[in-house]
């Protein structure tokens, strides 16, 4: 037996202020679509700003149903509706803010493994990384370079 060691490397900006411009203007636009989000069971609300190769920003905010497997989350959201209106085009950047109701959220939110399983598809299909920033309500900021960062040994189409 042998034993494999993985590892995974994050940027931390100490808050959305520290920021690039050109990413905190991402950010923004994140949290101000989370506060859309319908979130009527989980009281939990996240948002998604994706910015595209042709200047274009798609937004994201998760949508709940009674039917809990029916719902979708903001990162999903936003992902299929960048590919569905703009199928060409690269996804460079991808902005993710939440927070809940009841309760202050200060830790960085990353995405659950549907949503990483879902963007590492469009990550293999344009065959270059995807930088996610992700936070809470407040508080730090973390970078992945790369979806593959956040789910090593992804399962593609290469294995079908």
Same mark, same amino acid.
């Given at each position: 037996m042998k034993k494999i060691t993985i590892t995974s490397e994050f940027s931390v900006f100490e808050n959305l202020m520290t920021l690039p411009s050109e990413i905190q203007n991402l950010m923004e636009m994140a949290i101000s679509i989370r506060k859309k989000a319908y979130a009527p069971y989980s009281k939990f609300r996240v948002g998604v700003a994706i910015?595209?190769?042709?200047?274009?920003?798609?937004?994201g905010s998760n949508q709940e149903n009674a039917a809990y497997p029916s719902g979708l989350c903001a990162e999903r959201v936003a992902?299929?509706?960048?590919?569905?209106?703009? *199928?060409? =085009?690269?996804?460079?950047k991808l902005a993710i803010s939440a927070t809940a109701d009841e309760k202050p959220v200060a830790s960085p939110i990353p995405?659950?493994?549907?949503c990483r399983q879902s963007i590492a598809e469009y990550e293999f299909k344009q065959d270059?990384?995807?930088e996610i920033y992700f936070m809470g309500e407040t508080?730090?900021?973390?970078?992945?370079?790369?979806?593959?960062?956040?789910? *090593?040994? =992804?399962?593609?189409?290469?294995?079908l």
């Open positions: 910015l595209l190769d042709n200047g274009q920003i798609v937004l992902i299929f509706q960048a590919g569905a209106i703009y *199928p060409e =085009a690269t996804i460079l995405p659950c493994g549907a270059t990384p995807i508080g730090e900021v973390y970078l992945s370079k790369s979806l593959n960062n956040l789910l *090593p040994l =992804a399962f593609d189409k290469k294995f």
